[in-house]
């Protein structure tokens, strides 16, 4: 009776991951024009004959990555062809860098997004091969993408308006923080941007480009702004065998201040405390050379 039980278990996960006895519809490729129009799905499909070594579920999964790399291929196609066209355009007027960079940090941000594939798998027998479908409904797509367009703006928002109290109130390393925390927000809505309108489901309303410009020209003028703003309070004691010196404050400052740090003398007034404590000691001496061996122990926190 177990042993049945176990064969019956066996056969319900086969056929849950391979498909039916029966070949699904979208096997053949008349069905799959047909039935899955490219004016409304993207697809994939790919096959993988088994390999000696290789098991069916191996295969399977295999078989499925291929063809959902087909299917976002051709997403992707269609919107890189669109962020070229745009920043061609923008080169016009001379914003070419900008808008490329800000293209390049979209991709990276969000590229690897595309929701709502739904995969088949099936496997033939005579063929010992298995294969693959991969689908993904544009007006769903769409759908997904106008919302994460209203959601990240709203959070892009928040994070600035956040930044801009922060930055009133003198606390410019906190407001940087909150500023930086937008930037993958509206990348995010750019590549959903660009999704849209490639898959030809745009309209301005839903695109929101204007808020997003105002947003994206907010943020990148405040984090200039802040990065020219960034004050340090640098508390030293450095102890020269008994003599008072500020030689590694002075050095650190000097540093510091060609990345665009100012210095402040009260710690209140700081994005950043710098404390240094140094001391020199004798270590040994060869009279016979009149050498003298000195050490410095220095320690610093931020």
Sequence with gaps: MKKTISTFCFLFVFLALFGQETPPAWLNENVRASRYSSEIFYTGFAYNIIESGKSLQELAERSKTDAQTELVRKIRVKIEA???????????NGKYNES????SEAKTSAGAEIVGIKTESYYDKASNTVYAFACVNKYELAGYYKANIGMHLQQAEGSLTTAEQLEQGGEKAKARKQCEEAIPLLAKVRYAQDLLTAIDAADSESLQQTKTEDLRSKATQMLARLAQGVYVYVASSEDNFGKTENVLANKLKA?????GCSFVENDTQADFKLTISANTRKLDALPSSNIVFVYADAVRSC
């Design 255 to 259: 540093i510091l201040a060609k990345s």
């Design 100 to 103: 490329e960079g800000f293209s």
């Design 82 to 92: 669109h962020t070229q066209s745009t920043i061609s355009t923008q080169n016009t």
